[in-house]
């Protein structure tokens, strides 16, 4: 199976309302759309672009006041989905939960209106200290027309374990939507998200935000750039790399991710790493 995939390197710049949000994505969305693109990726924490609405001082409003707009962003990215026959994970957006928490949730909006989500597994410093986040409990994988996928969230994909047992529970695909503000965290989840490929034998595919807010804490700087990764076997580039942005630019995009070719290397490629690892000396995930 075959299908074309394309990840938003999204540009953060101060609004005024939420309408300016929606024209940004909708253009997002369309731009993919005239590519024939069947699962559009944008990055984490794109919806704190929310925040540099301000109050009525011109003060970035706070943390704890974006999940206010969960309805207004599932509604959005819902008919978006729906719109374009396309599958599309929103990036992240932070919820509230029952008991006052705060979680950093990914979105799968399905075009036929399903809806499936992913909390953040691995919680960085400042998302634990600063904005009261809350860890999510487990990790799901998703069936789509195109086969079985996972979200994994920035920090999550430095985690070897978390990846195997997403590969384990039969993802093919890992979608990694990331934030990151310097060169030494994009890195860091760059070259892990190559590890996870050759690793599991699975495509990763990542983007990160770029440009800056200037009133929002945390947000005034990003380094980013969108990549779709392939294990390094003969089937795919030497380099892993079947496409990737200009660094820090407000681009899409896009490639082709053909399944046959992970189950070829899997079975019969220079090396098959899924199948050799050695399970015998060290703990491994399986179905139960």
């Known amino acids: 199976m075959k299908f074309r995939t394309a990840a938003v390197q999204y540009r953060l710049t ?24 069947q699962f559009l990726l944008f990055p984490e924490f794109m919806t704190t672009q929310l925040l ?18 969960t309805d207004a962003y599932v509604e959005l ?12 994970i929103g990036g992240t957006h932070v919820v509230a939960t029952q008991g006052g928490k705060r979680r950093n949730r990914a979105f799968l909006f399905h075009p036929d209106g399903k809806i499936d989500t992913q909390d953040k ?10 904005w009261e986040m809350s860890k999510g409990e487990g990790v799901e994988v998703f069936q789509t027309e195109f086969g079985t996928i996972a979200m994994l969230t920035c920090y999550d994909i430095e985690f070897p374990e978390i ?23 994009f890195y860091r989840v760059r070259y892990c998200c190559h590890a996870r490929t050759i690793e599991n034998q699975v495509y990763v595919v990542t983007t990160g935000t770029v440009g800056s807010l200037r009133t929002v804490d945390f947000m005034r700087a990003n380094f980013g750039q969108a ?3 392939a294990p ?39 090396v098959m790493t899924w199948r050799d690892r050695r399970v015998d000396l060290y703990t491994d995930w399986s179905p139960r």
Do not use: W
Request: glycine fraction near 8%.
């Open 227 to 229: 990549a779709i990764i």
């Open 163 to 185: 990846v195997r047992m997403a590969r384990a529970k039969g993802a093919d695909v890992i979608f990694c939507p990331s934030c990151t503000d310097d060169r030494h965290g």
């Open 232 to 270: 390094n076997d003969i089937p795919f580039p030497p380099g892993g790399i079947i496409a990737e942005g200009i660094v820090n630019d407000d681009m899409l995009v896009v490639g082709d991710l053909d399944l046959t070719l992970l189950e070829q290397v899997r079975k019969d490629g220079s």
């Open 77 to 88: 990215f819902r008919s978006l989905a729906a719109e374009y026959g396309m599958y599309i």
């Open 121 to 130: 597994i691995h919680l960085t410093p400042t998302e634990v200290t600063e």
């Open 52 to 69: 540099s609405i301000g109050d009525e001082h011109g003060q970035a409003l706070p943390i704890d006041l974006l999940p206010t707009f």
């Open 14 to 37: 101060d609004i005024t309302d939420f309408e300016q949000f929606r024209a940004q994505v909708t253009h997002y969305v369309r731009n993919a759309s005239e590519y024939g693109v």
